[in-house]
């Protein structure tokens, strides 16, 4: 194969991956391998790595590569994308390499934790919120607010707001149902989400101006066309330039999870609310309470129901008398 075999190779796992991934996945997936490539061959053409046939590389050759990756100080989340991403390709070309690697080399592992990721505050969602009542005019700047608040306000996946049909949006019980989901034809199942009333202004200005045009799609453009995940990027994009607040489909969807999980809402009911089969999706890789929040909890739960307010069994004997003078219940041995 030629000095470009990884880029053959990368297309060709992307090729097998078509119609079980989502269009925006297998886009990210694309990205991600057009930047591994030029990495890849700026290591190569250095005299660094030895081949850019992912059949053929060496451990040298990924272990040099991993190591220059984990030196740039991306999250471990990253981190275990990039190698997944590599192993795929690896493995598709007949080698696996990069699991050898991993297993000489333990310290090229990613972290096995899942570290929090960003969510937005509750002051960017302030002036994210306040930058929607006045902002407006053409109809792409009602559209961008409409996305923004589909995407807040229901923690609406791209694929969901791309492929949400104007029925699905229920403007009497102001819900909005997805059936467009991901794992659609496996495992996904549609799910029905109510709307904030804080989005209730921006979606009526939307939807007025969006009945007057032919399709099926919820959003679209003037000809009454789908939007591509790109477009609706870009739509995020000037709300982004309005608020001076950077954000994303991901961080919105996490946002929208940590606030129902701060208000109280039980965590099984947010994984509901999210699409995830189970509540240890939503844990770990969306949304968990708070410490504080925890704290609190418990301690509303001893005031509630006298938790611990009877001297356990074990310090019954001379409790009474250490009562009265003051000293405490526990003593060290």
Same mark, same amino acid.
Not at 229 to 257: Q, Y
């Given at each position: 194969?030629?000095?470009?075999?990884?880029?053959?190779?990368?297309?060709?796992?992307?090729?097998?991956?078509?119609?079980?991934?989502?269009?925006?996945?297998?886009?990210?997936?694309?990205?991600?391998?057009?930047?591994?490539?030029?990495?890849?061959?700026?290591?190569?053409?250095?005299?660094?790595?030895?081949?850019?046939?992912?059949?053929?590389?060496?451990?040298?050759?990924? /272990?040099?590569?991993?190591?220059?990756? &984990?030196?740039?100080?991306? !999250?471990? =989340? #990253?981190?275990?994308?990039?190698?997944? @991403? $590599?192993?795929?390709?690896?493995?598709?070309?007949?080698?696996?390499?990069?699991?050898?690697?991993?297993?000489?080399?333990?310290?090229? /592992?990613?972290?096995?934790?899942?570290? &929090?990721?960003?969510?937005? !505050?509750? =002051? #960017?969602?302030?002036?994210?919120?306040? @930058? $929607?009542?006045?902002?407006?005019?053409?109809?792409?700047?009602?559209?961008?607010?409409?996305?923004?608040?589909?995407?807040?306000?229901?923690?609406?996946?791209?694929?969901?707001?791309?492929?949400?049909?104007?029925?699905?949006?229920?403007?009497?019980?102001?819900?909005?149902?997805?059936?467009?989901?991901?794992?659609?034809?496996?495992?996904?199942?549609?799910?029905?989400?109510?709307?904030?009333?804080?989005?209730?202004?921006?979606?009526?200005?939307?939807?007025?101006?969006?009945?007057?045009?032919?399709?099926?799609?919820?959003?679209?453009?003037?000809?009454?066309?789908?939007?591509?995940?790109?477009?609706?990027?870009?739509?995020?994009?000037?709300?982004?330039?309005?608020?001076?607040?950077?954000?994303?489909?991901?961080?919105?969807?996490?946002?929208?999870?940590?606030?129902?999980?701060?208000?109280?809402?039980?965590?099984?009911?947010?994984?509901?609310?999210?699409?995830?089969?189970?509540?240890?999706?939503?844990?770990?890789?969306?949304?968990?309470?708070?410490?504080?929040?925890?704290?609190?909890?418990?301690?509303?739960?001893?005031?509630?129901?006298?938790?611990?307010?009877?001297?356990?069994?074990?310090?019954?004997?001379?409790?009474?008398?250490?009562?009265?003078?003051?000293?405490?219940?526990?003593?060290?041995?």
């Amino acid at each position: 194969m030629s000095r470009y075999a990884f880029t053959e190779y990368a297309e060709a796992v992307l090729s097998s991956k078509d119609g079980v991934y989502s269009p925006a996945t297998l886009q990210r997936e694309k990205r991600r391998y057009d930047r591994m490539f030029r990495d890849l061959l700026q290591f190569y053409n250095k005299g660094e790595i030895s081949t850019m046939s992912p059949g053929r590389f060496t451990e040298d050759d990924i /272990k040099t590569y991993l190591s220059w990756r &984990r030196s740039l100080g991306f !999250t471990q =989340s #990253e981190y275990r994308h990039e190698i997944y @991403s $590599l192993n795929q390709i690896c493995i598709f070309a007949g080698s696996s390499v990069v699991l050898q690697v991993l297993q000489r080399y333990p310290l090229l /592992k990613p972290l096995s934790g899942h570290e &929090r990721q960003r969510v937005l !505050t509750r =002051s #960017e969602q302030d002036s994210i919120v306040s @930058s $929607l009542v006045s902002y407006g005019g053409g109809f792409a700047d009602i559209r961008a607010a409409a996305v923004f608040a589909i995407a807040l306000g229901c923690g609406a996946r791209t694929k969901e707001v791309q492929f949400l049909e104007k029925n699905q949006v229920d403007f009497r019980t102001w819900t909005v149902t997805f059936t467009h989901v991901k794992g659609e034809l496996t495992y996904g199942r549609p799910r029905e989400v109510p709307i904030p009333p804080v989005f209730h202004d921006s979606l009526s200005s939307y939807a007025s101006r969006r009945n007057e045009l032919p399709g099926r799609r919820f959003f679209c453009s003037l000809a009454g066309e789908g939007l591509s995940s790109n477009c609706l990027r870009e739509d995020l994009n000037k709300i982004e330039a309005v608020s001076g607040v950077h954000t994303d489909f991901r961080v919105l969807r996490r946002t929208f999870g940590q606030n129902l999980l701060d208000a109280g809402l039980p965590i099984e009911a947010v994984s509901v609310l999210m699409g995830h089969e189970t509540t240890k999706t939503t844990e770990k890789y969306y949304c968990r309470l708070q410490n504080s929040d925890a704290v609190t909890m418990a301690r509303n739960l001893y005031q509630s129901v006298g938790y611990f307010t009877k001297v356990p069994k074990i310090c019954k004997k001379g409790a009474d008398d250490r009562i009265r003078t003051g000293e405490p219940l526990w003593r060290r041995s």
